[in-house]
């Protein structure tokens, strides 16, 4: 039963392009999200977060936008750099404060120059 | 400031070894998980400590594997007897109590069990 869901595995995009990543959820408890980064051999990076009272949160240039009623989120990164190819994962918790985070399967951007 | 460190990067094993990593969190923080990422999915939880007290350890195999944060600072997680299908990467992360739920992994251990 996959609670976070990133139905892309992989996302191809043109340098200087928007990208776009998505994400739903399943559980109505869920009330904070996060959006990592992952290079190769190397931890999950914190990118960007949103509490459920927002419905966006902008960071340079990304931005996570929340849909509670679709329980759906979205992170744009604008312009998409080639730096930015990464395996990205989305990730919920039922209440902030030191809670284990619920992680989707990822989905890998490929920024293409 | 100095992120989360965890030792050895790397592990092969043959099935029915033991093998144990180590994890040093970030100084000051509290609350130190431990992370398990087969490849192709995205991590799960094994445990969460505060401080020295285990919080959540509801999807532990606890036939097999144990962790301790004895001193409430560095952790280590331990397999005995490893399984085929305990390959994976080994994350451990930690946050600050003073902070929402953003928690900042370590490099991990990829093991692989032959």
């Known amino acids: 039963d996959q609670q976070v869901k990133q139905n892309s595995p992989s996302l191809s995009v043109q340098e200087g392009r928007i990208s776009i990543l998505n994400c739903d959820y399943t559980?109505?408890?869920?009330?904070?999200f996060l959006w990592y980064k992952k290079y190769p051999a190397e931890g999950p990076t914190f990118l960007i977060s949103?509490?459920?009272?927002?419905d966006k949160n902008e960071d340079g240039r990304f931005t996570v936008f929340l849909n509670k009623s679709a329980k759906h989120l979205s992170l744009h990164i604008v312009p998409s750099q080639p730096g930015d190819s990464a395996v990205y994962f989305c990730?919920?918790?039922?209440?902030?404060?030191?809670?284990?985070?619920?992680f989707g399967k990822g989905t890998r951007l490929s920024v293409i120059a | 400031e100095a992120g989360v460190a965890q030792s050895p990067r790397y592990k092969i094993i043959e099935k029915r070894q033991s093998v144990a990593f180590w994890c040093n969190p970030i100084?000051?923080?509290?609350?130190l998980y431990w992370y398990q990422q087969i490849l192709g999915q995205g991590p799960k939880l094994l445990i969460q400590?505060?401080?020295?007290?285990?919080?959540?350890d509801s999807q532990l195999p606890k036939d097999r594997f144990s962790a301790e944060r004895l001193k409430g600072v560095d952790s280590t997680l331990k397999i005995q007897p490893a399984k085929l299908e305990d390959s994976a990467v080994y994350l451990c992360?930690?946050?600050?109590?003073?902070?929402?739920?953003?928690?900042?992994f370590g490099p991990g251990t990829r093991l692989t069990v032959l």
């Open positions: 992360a930690s946050s600050s109590p003073h902070s929402t739920d953003t928690q900042y």
């Open positions: 559980n109505s408890m869920f009330d904070y």
């Open positions: 949103i509490s459920s009272i927002k």
């Open positions: 990730a919920a918790s039922v209440y902030s404060g030191n809670t284990p985070l619920v």
């Open positions: 100084s000051g923080h509290a609350t």
């Open positions: 400590f505060q401080n020295n007290g285990v919080v959540d």
